[in-house]
């Protein structure tokens, strides 16, 4: 069978390439995955209790573009939701981004907003150029706050110091004096009504696409007459290394059933302090699910294991620039997504970075012959 795209990974990057060259462009398109399911990281199931969890961690989709919502609504209906989290720390749950009600209720004060200002202003230590995770939070809240809420954490999350990684990272974070206790201030907050596989099975049923799952890249492509290609794994292991490895961040997820209805008050908490787990994730709050049990999941990072991470500093943008490079100069190769191009995006960026790839791919006339 003779394909015009082989396209590698059924996560966003790829699916969404999928679909735009086979409902839009006409392409015959062949689509596979070393994973079992579709939908990457963003993949969700119902587990053996019949409570819908996503099995590689929290996913909440957010974004202040209208034309990724506007796509994505093509397979999706949604289900309002803004996300909310708790960070335990000396022992009480209190709401991370930083705001009023954290420091009021972590010290037991009642500061106004503008009072909270004038000591973030007391406590912040002057930076002079802004480069770390370090640097982006300590010039906002001084040091107090940030070896509280983000220095454990991130040492925990990355395996590193926030002083060995970019502003970028800790800057996700914001800094707030009001009440507002929302984790994200995007525009359009949501979650698919029918969870992210059901959104990604509609994306992808079209006559013009096969889908394979269980495959692997490495395994196939001898077998196959390459015009070309759409690559969402990593770049390092598509160039087989030739640079040495790209670092990444792995995770193990251990997911609980518990016989209540609910085990915490909100989808997430963070444990920047004792606990030998990130944070723990108990999935209905997300997905609006009835069911008198619930299931969650307590998130452990790992040096070692499956992608999921790009680590952002300046040693490894370094070696990314190596591979974008050969990667560039690779005709009849397209990279695409958060492994393919290195860089720690949420989905919407992704969906916005592949529907920028699908602009440039259009009318480039390409072909895969399966033997
Ligand atoms: P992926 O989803 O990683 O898909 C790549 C696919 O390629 C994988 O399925 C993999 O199996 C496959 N593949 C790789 N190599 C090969 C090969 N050789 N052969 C065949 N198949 C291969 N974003 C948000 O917007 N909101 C969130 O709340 C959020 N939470 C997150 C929480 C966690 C724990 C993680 C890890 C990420 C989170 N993200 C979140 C980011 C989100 O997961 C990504 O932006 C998005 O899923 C990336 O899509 P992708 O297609 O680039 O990559
Ligand atoms: N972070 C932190 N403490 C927190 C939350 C976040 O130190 O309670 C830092 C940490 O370095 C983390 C980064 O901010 O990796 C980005 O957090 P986010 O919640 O966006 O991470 P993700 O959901 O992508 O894992």
């Known amino acids: 069978m003779t394909f015009d795209y082989l396209i590698v990974g059924a996560g966003f990057a790829g699916s ?8 839009d462009a006409g392409r015959r398109v062949l689509l596979i995955d070393r994973r079992r399911h579709v ?7 119902h587990d053996a209790a019949g409570v819908l969890v996503h099995r590689y961690g929290p996913h909440i989709f957010h974004t202040n573009s209208r034309e990724v919502l506007s796509y994505l609504s093509r397979f999706t209906e949604w289900r309002a939701y803004e996300h909310r989290v708790l960070a335990s720390v000396d022992g009480k749950l209190v709401p991370i981004p930083i705001n009023l009600d954290t420091v009021n209720s972590l010290y037991g004060w009642s500061l106004t907003p503008e009072e909270l200002g004038e000591y973030f202003a007391r406590q912040a230590e002057p930076v002079e150029r802004i480069r770390t995770s370090e640097d982006v939070v300590v010039s906002k809240i001084g040091r107090t706050l940030y070896e509280k809420f983000f220095r454990g954490y991130t040492r925990k999350h990355w395996g590193l110091d926030p002083a060995q990684l970019d502003a970028s990272v800790a800057g996700r974070i914001p800094v707030r004096t009001d009440r507002d206790d929302r984790y994200f201030t995007d525009e359009y907050q949501c979650m698919p009504l029918h969870g ?8 992808l049923d079209h006559p013009n696409i096969t889908l394979e799952l269980g495959v692997d890249y490495r395994d196939v492509i001898g077998s196959l007459r390459v015009g070309e290609i759409v690559y969402t794994g990593p770049v390092d292991e598509f160039f087989e290394h030739r640079f040495g490895r790209l670092p990444y961040r792995s995770l193990r997820f251990e997911h609980e059933t518990y016989e209540v209805a609910q085990h915490q008050p909100v989808a997430v908490i963070n444990y920047p302090q004792d606990r030998p787990y990130t944070r723990v994730t108990e999935y209905k709050h997300l997905t609006g699910q009835s069911h008198p049990r619930t299931s969650v999941s307590y998130e452990y990072a790992l040096a070692e294991g499956e992608p999921y991470y790009p680590i952002p500093r300046p040693e490894n943008a370094a070696l990314y620039a190596r591979y974008k490079a050969l990667a560039d100069a690779t005709p009849g190769v397209h990279f695409a997504g958060r492994l393919g191009t290195y860089r720690y995006y949420n989905m919407d960026q992704v969906v916005g970075q592949a529907l ?5 791919l259009r009318g480039a006339p390409s072909w895969v012959h399966v033997a």
């Open 196 to 203: 992210y596989t059901r959104l990604f099975e509609n994306m």
């Open 356 to 360: 920028a790839t699908y602009a440039k």
């Open 39 to 45: 939908g990457g990281n963003a993949y969700d199931e």
């Open 16 to 23: 969404v390439l999928a679909e735009r060259l086979a409902r």
